[in-house]
């Protein structure tokens, strides 16, 4: 068994890297959703922290893999692992275009440890996703500083209030290989 931040992380974190997932609105907008999520896809580095809450304070990092859906349709799958400390958690996600909506999962959904996506939104180099776990509901932004620089911050519902409780920081990480000519 995994200790309670660790829990905590391992959801925030998938939620927090499947920064790519959102309702495309009409269905002109599916291009524009799909061109987002390649342009996301990648191996993805970083810190984030808990800001608010029992675990305030608690900071972790995250290496993710995106790779965009396959076909016309929108959407991202990703792989990899967020860090508390020694403790080490898989990380995965799923999150698919259906219809004019998404639909998706991160680690095994609602029904189990994880989060289900509920709705969203794909606008520039941002989205917004809602999320959903039995009774919390709440919202995770991921915004596109540059092209190797992704910001994303997760909000739970409090009353009327949108909360911020988690922020991470992802930087895009690129292969060093060296490039010559042959002679």
Known sequence: MFPRPSLIVRGVAAIALAATAGIATPASS???????????AGQ??????IVAGKYKGTKFTCDLTGEPALGKDAGIKLDG???VGVFKQPMSAMITQKGGSYTGKFLDGADGKGLDVVSGNVANDKVVVGINRKKLNGAMIARLQNAETM???ISVKVEETMVPVIGVSLNR????IAVGSIK
Request: positive net charge.
């Open 44 to 49: 993805w580095k970083g810190p984030g922290e």
């Open 173 to 176: 990480q690129m292969d060093n």
């Open 151 to 153: 910001n994303i911050t």
């Open 30 to 40: 599916g291009a524009r959703d799909k061109a987002f999520f390649e342009k996301v």
């Open 81 to 83: 692992f967020c860090r």
